[in-house]
Structures are given as C-alpha cells and as structure tokens.
C-alpha cells in the first residue's frame, strides 16, 4: 500500500514535524512510502528514505533532492524530457501552522489530493484555542475556564493564582508558562507574546489527572487508542511532549474504572464526529472530580500517536479506505448558456 509522508512546514514546530516524519518509518514498515518534505519557503522535496535524517534538514542535504509541485491528484517531479508524477494519499504530518491551521488541508483538498489528516474547518477550531473553547461548549464538553488577552491589552488578569499563560495558536507547550505571583506575569506574557498576539490564561489545577485518548472513524465506529496518563511534572512541558514525537514504543494504560473511561470516549466522540472524519486525533483530557474536562486537541498529534495503539499499521491502513469524498460541484454553464439562447446568441 502507497502513503507519502507529508512533514516540515514553515511553523515554530517544523523541527518537530521531521521527528514525527523519521518516527513514521519505523511504525509503517508495510507501507510503500514517499516521503515529501515542505521547507520553510513552502517548496516541496521528494526526500530518499536513507536520507530520512534529522542532519539532511539541519545541513541543507534536502535542497539536492527531487523538487516537487502539487498538481491534480498528487506531486509531479519535472524532468528535462517529461516528467515522473507520484499519485498515492498523504498522511499531513506537519505540526502547527501550515499543517494544523488548514493551509495544507485547502491545498490538498485544490488539487483533489487524498490525505489523512483534519479538514480545513477541523483544523481551524482546533488550532486556535479560543475557537477550541467554543466548538467543545457547542457540543456539551466541558472544558477549563479561561480569559483571552491580546497584544497591546492593560495586562489586568482577572484569573486568580496561580494560573498558565499560553499562546493560542501554538503547540507542544512552546511560550507556556505558571505564573504564581504578580513579579513572573510581565515575563510570562512577553515569552507567550513571541509566538502569537493572543494568548489564553487558564487558572493552574493543583495536582490534576490528565488523560489522553486517540482514535479516528473507520466505517460507522470509532477505532480508539488506549487511554494514557501521561508523566509530568507541573504541566507538560516541551521537554516532555518532545518525546512523544519520537516515541515507538507502547505505553501502558491507564489505571481507570470503566466508566471514567466511558466518559472520556464519550467526550472525544462528541468533539470528533461530523468534524474530524478523515483525521486521527489525540485529545487531552482534564479529570477534576470525577467531571471530564477537554484541555486541547490535537489535530496532527506526536508520531501520530502510534505508541497508543494496539496495531497502528492496521489503523492506518483501514483508514486509508474510510477517507471522506469532497463533494465537487459541477460546472456546466447552464446559466451562461440560457443567458446567451435568450439573446439569440
């Protein structure tokens, strides 16, 4: 079976993205890959597998490598004489922007290209943590409350401490930040102000259980991954999530009674359906009190959160054949035409 692996992108998270690109090799060792790399100028590079390096990037290696361009239904490679085309479904393994924010998912849909990942709408209410808030409240999740500021705000923050100040539309903890007393705001707001002119102050849950849950819709049921707790200190920070881009290996489950677990699936079933088909997701979640809580999705998660799941070749295979169809209209110029007979022409 045919799969390019799509990676890189011009985002805060492009270093990441090639990680989660070099794990993939490993985990989809039955797939017929191509790799094709997007570099932060937004040219495309058909990479060899033996070159799948993180030092190919850092050095510049790519740049003498295949260039691609999207054409409908795929890449195409010119060449002197004719040229050499590469039509198979992209799996979007771009973390951030470009790849999470639906700039890729528009390309993609243009060129009628198919591709595991989240839409375009999907992409946008996910990225931006504010329109994450809202989508979660549309469908009846609950999730942390929060304040919104904005570059050039009075820096008044009306969420008690100790609270997390992090930027809405960035991932892998990059620019978050615990502030527990009125002499670390100022420094918290410049850091999570480098990386987005918005940010969202959450109030800093003690000691709260966090859970993480994959899964994607394969027919009429959603194939989910097992639940994880994952290990952290105060919060999980880059440190922490930066292993998950790298990670083979399976995690263990997590020590939860049946029911907890069903509401958490029920949650993830609610945020997903009618939004994310196509797409395999984490989210992660709150629990306080018994009470589920959304903390954020993640559209493109780490490694695709291979480590989750029993039999991630096979996920992604049965995936592959439950893509969604973008409906195109037909364009037949009826109305031109009736114009034009009305005139005699």
């Given at each position: 079976m045919k799969l390019a692996i799509l990676f890189g992108g011009a985002s805060f998270e492009h270093e990441i993205s090639i990680v989660s690109a070099v794990t993939m090799k490993e985990k989809?060792?039955?797939f017929e890959l191509r790799f094709i790399?997007?570099?932060?100028?937004?040219?495309?590079?058909?990479?060899d597998p033996k070159a799948m390096m993180a030092k190919t990037f850092a050095s510049g290696?790519?740049?003498?490598?295949?260039?691609?361009?999207?054409?409908?239904?795929?890449?195409?490679?010119?060449?002197?004489?004719?040229?050499?085309?590469?039509?198979?479904p992209v799996l979007n393994l771009i973390h951030g922007a470009d790849g999470e924010d639906g700039t890729i998912a528009s390309l993609l849909d243009?060129?009628?290209?198919?591709?595991?990942?989240?839409?375009?709408?999907?992409s946008m209410l996910s990225y931006d943590k504010r329109y994450t808030k809202w989508l979660a409240e549309a469908v009846g999740v609950k999730t942390v409350a929060y304040e919104v500021l904005h570059a050039g705000d009075a820096r008044q923050?009306?969420?008690?401490?100790?609270?997390?100040?992090?930027?809405?539309?960035?991932?892998?903890?990059?620019?978050?930040?615990?502030?527990?007393?009125?002499?670390?705001?100022?420094?918290?707001?410049?850091?999570?102000?480098e990386f987005d002119e918005c940010v969202l102050i959450e109030p800093f849950i003690e000691g709260v259980k966090e859970y993480n849950l994959a899964g994607c819709r394969i027919g009429r049921e959603i194939r989910f991954s097992i639940v994880e707790e994952p290990q952290k200190n105060e919060f999980l920070d880059f440190d922490k999530k930066y292993l998950d881009f790298s990670r083979t290996s399976a995690v263990c489950e997590a020590d939860l009674e049946a029911?907890?677990?069903?509401?958490?699936?029920?949650?993830?079933?609610?945020?997903?359906?009618?939004?994310?088909?196509?797409?395999?997701?984490?989210?992660?979640?709150?629990?306080v009190e018994g009470e589920v809580l959304?903390?954020?999705?993640?559209?493109?998660?780490?490694?695709?959160?291979?480590?989750l799941f029993e039999d991630f070749e096979q996920t992604i295979a049965e995936l592959l054949h439950n893509l969604p169809e973008k409906r195109m209209p037909q364009v037949d110029y009826r109305y031109i035409h009736s114009i034009n007979a009305a005139k005699g022409k």
């Open positions: 989809l060792r039955r790399f997007c570099d932060q100028d937004h040219r495309f590079y058909l990479i290696e790519y740049k003498k490598m295949p260039e691609l361009q999207p054409e409908l239904g795929g890449f195409v490679r010119r060449k002197l004489f004719g040229a050499e085309r590469y039509e198979m243009f060129y009628k290209i198919a591709y595991i990942g989240p839409r375009s709408a999907a923050v009306k969420t008690a401490m100790p609270f997390i100040v992090k930027p809405a539309r960035l991932g892998s903890s990059i620019g978050v930040s615990i502030v527990r007393d009125g002499s670390q705001l100022d420094y918290a707001l410049d850091v999570a102000f029911a907890d677990v069903a509401r958490l699936k029920s949650a993830f079933e609610a945020i997903y359906s009618g939004l994310f088909e196509g797409a395999l997701i984490r989210c992660d979640f709150f629990m959304l903390n954020e999705i993640n559209p493109i998660p780490g490694s695709m959160g291979n480590y």
